[in-house]
Each structure stands twice: as C-alpha cells, then as structure tokens.
T-cell receptor, first 113, second 108 residues
Framework: GAGVSQSPSNKVTEKGKDVELRCDPI?????LYWYRQSLGQGLEFLIY????????KSGLPSDRFSAERTGGSVSTLTIQRTQQEDSAVYLC???????????FGPGTRLTVL | KNEVEQSPQNLTAQEGEFITINCSYS?????LHWLQQHPGGGIVSLFM???GKKKHGRLIATINIQEKHSSLHITASHPRDSAVYIC??????????FGAGTILRVKS
C-alpha cells in the first residue's frame, strides 16, 4: 500500500508497562507527525519530525513520552510507565517537506488498564 | 478560548439537505484543513485551502482570511456522509491545531 501505516492497530497494556507504537510514512515524505485523540476530546499535536530530527516536541505531555525516527522513514513513539490517562488513539501523519497537506495513518488505539 | 472553534458540535440532517459546518480561528494561519473521520475509521483529508473556495463532488469548502472563518458545505447530503468533520489550522511551523469536530448524522 502507498499510504501511511501504523502498528499495532490496537494495544492493550497494564498500567506501568512500556509501549512502542510504530509509524511507516508514505515513501518520500520527509515530514512526520504524531497526534493523539483521547476519548471525548479533540486531536492534539504531540511531535513533528523533519527527516530524523524533531524541531517541535512541544506537544509531548510528559517525559514518559519520547519518539525517534531513523533513516528518515519509520518512527516509533514510546510511552514509558503507562498511565490510564494515556489511553487514546495515536495517529501518525506524513507530508512532503514543504507541503502543508498531511496524510493520516489509521491510528493505534491504546488502552491502559 | 480554543484557537479553533467549530459549530455546530452536533448536526442531524435529513437525506438530501444542504449542510453547513463552520470553523472560526483566532490565529494567523498558513493553511486550513477539513478532515473527515468515520466511526472506528481513520482520518481522511477532504480539503486544504489557504484562500478562496474549493469543490470536490458534493463538498465545497470556503475560507475568508480577513474574517478568520471557513465553512464546509455538503450538498444533497446522504447517510454515508455521516461522520465527524474536523477543522484544523496550520498556525505556526508545520503542526496542526484542531477544532473539536462536528458530529454529523444524516438520516434516510
């Protein structure tokens, strides 16, 4: 497929465990974004990558959240010591470097018990 | 006050009706997006615009930069249009700031 893919599609974990969420952007898209959609709330920005660097991390809610991108392609969002309030759908999007149009992945639904 | 305000929050329409969803924003923007999210589904970008008007099938999006306002119109609405419609603006850098969404239900 040519779209943005994310894995897993669903993740259920216990409070206190670490989780890793993966995003594969569209080939050739140098910009990559992570967003979060909590139940009953709107979408919120988490972090933005241009290539492998993250010029804007302002949306990460705490130091338990981190993200990296390697090879200018795949990105991983890691949440350490998960809390119940981390339960949400985590969405990834990608775009061409200077293009404002973003293409969204299907999301990962994270449930922290 | 949120930077992006949408109205209405919920909208129920009869099939065939003309629908308008509004979006107002309080910051300078470089682009505005209209997104569609179906229940349990992913997000699809419907329009990206920075001025004027765009049309795609039965969907029309307009933006007034001076008034900081955009509208999404759906003509001849159909039950398959039922979804959440989200307005998002690119205000600074490349990140999107989202409205709360409008839940649209079109009844047959």
């Amino acid at each position: 497929g040519a779209g943005v893919s994310q894995s897993p599609s669903n993740k259920v974990t216990e409070k206190g465990k670490d989780v890793e969420l993966r995003c594969d952007p569209i080939s050739g898209h140098t910009a990559l974004y992570w967003y979060r959609q909590s139940l009953g709330q709107g979408l919120e920005f988490l972090i933005y990558f241009q290539g492998n660097s993250a010029p804007d991390k302002s949306g990460l809610p705490s130091d338990r959240f981190s993200a990296e991108r390697t090879g200018g392609s795949v990105s991983t969002l890691t949440i350490q010591r998960t809390q119940q309030e981390d339960s949400a759908v985590y969405l990834c999007a990608s775009s061409l470097a200077l293009a404002p149009e973003q293409f969204f992945g299907p999301g990962t639904r994270l449930t922290v018990l | 006050k949120n930077e992006v305000e949408q109205s209405p929050q919920n909208l129920t329409a009869q099939e065939g009706e003309f629908i308008t969803i509004n979006c107002s924003y309080s910051v300078g923007i470089s682009a505005l997006h209209w997104l569609q999210q179906h229940p349990g589904g992913g997000i699809v970008s419907l329009f990206m615009l920075s001025s004027g008007k765009k049309k795609h099938g039965r969907l029309i999006a307009t933006i007034n930069i001076q008034e900081k306002h955009s509208s999404l119109h759906i003509t001849a609405s159909h039950p398959r249009d039922s979804a959440v419609y989200i307005c998002a603006v690119m205000a600074g850098g490349n990140k999107l700031v989202f409205g709360a969404g409008t839940i649209l239900r079109v009844k047959s």
